[in-house]
């Protein structure tokens, strides 16, 4: 069993900052890319940045320079410092972690989801 639990979410005026953070915890042998995904009403789900195990990062373009995805391999965390907030950032925010974990005597790959923190930007 493998869950991943966010945290940091909430209401934020236009132009402030949030740090959004996800832990992944359970039968964990090692984690590969983790990220963050968010979902407006009425959208599609959409990747907001990456991280792989070797700290090389990739963002959508929409929050390029605004937002900065960090990672601790060691505690298998991710955190999402978002910045210059806008409105249109308004979404539930979803960890991602594609992972290897232990099954018997050997590993599965998973892809596993948390369960959302909703970021609201709004005055």
């Known amino acids: 069993q493998v869950q991943l639990v966010e945290s940091g979410g909430g209401l934020v005026q236009p132009g402030g900052s949030l740090r959004l953070s996800c832990a992944a915890s359970?039968?964990?042998?090692?984690?590969?890319?983790m990220g963050w995904y968010r979902q407006a009403p009425g959208n599609p789900r959409e990747m907001v940045a990456r991280?792989?195990?070797?700290?090389?990062?990739n963002y959508a373009d929409s929050v390029q320079g605004r937002f900065t995805i960090s990672r601790d391999n060691a505690k298998n965390t991710i955190d999402l410092q978002m910045n210059s907030l806008r409105p249109e950032d308004t979404a539930v925010y979803y960890c991602?972690?594609?992972?290897?974990?232990?099954?018997?005597?050997?590993?599965?790959?998973?892809?596993?989801w948390g369960q959302g923190t909703l970021v609201t930007v709004s005055s």
């Open positions: 991280i792989t195990s070797g700290f090389d990062t």
């Open positions: 359970g039968s964990i042998f090692s984690i590969n890319t």
């Open positions: 991602h972690a594609d992972l290897w974990v232990y099954s018997g005597s050997s590993q599965r790959f998973l892809g596993v």
